[in-house]
């Protein structure tokens, strides 16, 4: 009996020495709180954050020249010389080409023939003096550039005979510039003149900027667009006519407005409400939304019941129900 009762001593002093030295190594007594992950359906979230949204409106086009100024000579003659062709560009009042008058041109012509024919000293002295007063009496005229601008074609050369207010040159006036914006037909119920313009023009890093004018009257029932008028601002240089690009009409904006996510919305494709889910302590919380303007990836909350910085989840709340824990992860 003694020596049962000294084994069963030594044991339940064994057993204390152990539990003491458990108790003492704390890596031992518990696991880390920190390995064991949440609770809950894992999401990510995002903010609501107050932005400026605007709403856009697009259409192809190009640079055009509203005005084109026909040249024409003031009387009939010889075009003595033309300085310009197509493509230059011209300054107003430069000099384009200048016209000898055809009835002095005949005189000068007919003193010259007169001196090749002279035989005697009295006839050469008469052409002579006949040669020099066609000379005195040539009726000359310039011509100059009406506008500053770029000649678009001409119609004689250097050497020509032409007529009174016959055609010579086209120039487009640079100060009619602008870009004409091919718009759908069912967006031109919201093209206001005034509204803002980004012009994004094709092999050019910079974009450019101006202004509606107003819808001009001439729709294309091909693929039913109208051509929109914009008046270009700010330009360092003339661009060149025809320089294709995409104009984006701002026909709404808003500021300073609640916005979420794009991702955070979640439409019911049967009542086409749209709905958010929130993070309040830990769990989901949806709440139906007006959803205003889009733009930049975000989508502005109307009459909006949040506040800023609050978390609205945007990825795994498909299928997740009002109350659920979730577990946010980056």
Do not use: Y
């Amino acid at each position: 009996m003694r020596r049962a009762a000294t084994i069963l001593a030594l044991g339940v002093a064994f057993w204390a020495l152990a539990c003491a030295r458990k108790s003492d190594d704390p890596e031992k007594a518990a696991p880390a709180a920190s390995s064991t992950p949440p609770p809950g359906v894992p999401v990510q979230v995002g903010t609501v954050t107050r932005a400026s949204l605007a709403d856009t409106v697009a259409g192809p086009g190009h640079t055009a020249a509203l005005i084109q100024q026909k040249v024409r000579p003031p009387f009939a003659g010889t075009l003595s010389e033309l300085l310009v062709g197509d493509g230059d560009r011209v300054h107003r009042g430069q000099l384009l080409a200048t016209i000898v008058s055809r009835d002095s041109e005949s005189a000068l012509t007919g003193a010259r023939e007169m001196a090749r024919d002279a035989k005697t000293d009295a006839e050469k002295q008469a052409a002579d003096r006949a040669l020099a007063l066609a000379q005195r009496g040539l009726v000359k005229a310039r011509i100059e550039s009406p506008a500053d601008g770029v000649v678009l074609s001409h119609a004689a050369a250097g050497g020509d005979r032409v007529a009174e207010d016959q055609e010579l040159l086209t120039i487009a006036d640079m100060n009619s510039l602008v870009f004409l914006a091919d718009v759908a037909q069912s967006d031109l119920s919201r093209i206001r003149p005034g509204q803002p313009v980004r012009l994004e023009i094709a092999g050019r890093e910079s974009h450019w900027t101006g202004v509606v004018h107003d819808v001009l009257p001439a729709a294309n029932p091909a693929d039913f667009t109208a051509p929109v008028r914009i008046d270009l601002k700010g330009l360092s240089e003339v661009p060149p006519l025809g320089l294709f690009g995409t104009a984006s009409i701002t026909v709404a904006e808003r500021r300073n407005v609640p916005t979420v996510p794009d991702a955070a919305l979640v439409r019911d494709d049967i009542s086409g409400k749209s709905r958010i889910a929130l993070v309040q302590e830990g769990k989901a919380h949806w709440i139906e939304i007006t959803p205003g303007l889009r733009g930049s990836g975000r989508t502005e909350i109307q009459a909006s019941p949040l506040s800023d910085g609050q978390s609205v989840i945007v990825l795994g709340q498909v299928g997740l129900q009002e109350g659920a824990a979730v577990a946010v992860h980056p």
